[in-house]
T-cell receptor, first 110, second 115 residues
Framework: KAGVTQTPRYLIKTRGQQVTLSCSPI?????VSWYQQTPGQGLQFLFE???????NKGNFPGRFSGRQFSNSRSEMNVSTLELGDSALYLC?????????FGPGTRLTVL | EDQVTQSPEALRLQEGESSSLNCSYT??????LFWYRQDPGKGPEFLFT???AGEEKEKERLKATLTKKESFLHITAPKPEDSATYLC????????????????FGKGTLLTVNP
């Protein structure tokens, strides 16, 4: 069974640009969550989508947004990038109460 | 606010030297405690879920236990391939049956096992 996939795996952007990250969940999983991981803050919850609806949101500015499609695939968008947005962005899909993570997208903002 | 604290931040062991990692938590209504393993440059890999105090789970050289305030990940006779960052996370909900799902993670313990 294929795991969670994320594209792209690496991304380099400059300040002020915007970026879109993509996540395909494990087949049959309807919940997708996004997390930001940095050395200083660790893993921090961004938001969760279930059946195309955002059900929970973490403490991040409105520049961070997401959506989920009818096939459960999800995208995350970050607008007006800042240097501090450099991080590993992880997507996780969930069945019942266990989340399974993808490999992440490494975003570098210059 | 839910809080998860892991200790130590880093642990260096010799191959075969058993030890334990600690995860202490403060939550309102624990619905599950999770252990993950993360290798450099990769996403966290699920290891265990624990739901109630007294529960134990085992997998190869790893054993996770849970009390009302903390969880331990015991590593017996570790091998170099056990080297990784071990993450603890909690799912908590003030209201039972709530649909909001969010994991709060600790900052992890970096385990290095030397041959």
């Amino acid at each position: 069974k294929a795991g969670v996939t994320q594209t792209p795996r690496y991304l380099i952007k400059t300040r002020g640009q915007q970026v879109t990250l993509s996540c395909s969940p494990i087949s049959g999983h309807r919940s997708v969550s996004w997390y930001q991981q940095t050395p200083g803050q660790g893993l921090q919850f961004l938001f969760e989508y279930f059946s195309e609806t955002q059900r929970n949101k973490g403490n991040f500015p409105g520049r961070f947004s997401g959506r989920q499609f009818s096939n459960s695939r999800s995208e995350m968008n970050v607008s007006t990038l800042e240097l501090g947005d450099s991080a590993l962005y992880l997507c996780a899909s969930r069945k019942i109460d266990t989340q399974y993570f993808g490999p992440g997208t490494r975003l570098t903002v210059l | 606010e839910d809080q998860v604290t892991q200790s130590p931040e880093a642990l260096r062991l010799q191959e075969g030297e058993s030890s334990s990692l600690n995860c202490s938590y403060t939550v309102s209504g624990l619905r599950g405690l999770f252990w993950y393993r993360q290798d450099p440059g990769k996403g966290p890999e699920f290891l265990f879920t624990l739901y109630s105090a007294g529960e134990e789970k085992e997998k190869e050289r790893l054993k996770a236990t849970l009390t009302k305030k903390e969880s331990f990940l015991h590593i017996t006779a570790p091998k170099p391939e056990d080297s990784a960052t071990y993450l603890c996370a909690v799912h908590a909900s003030l209201y039972s049956g709530g649909s909001n799902y969010k994991l709060t993670f600790g900052k992890g313990t970096l385990l290095t096992v030397n041959p």
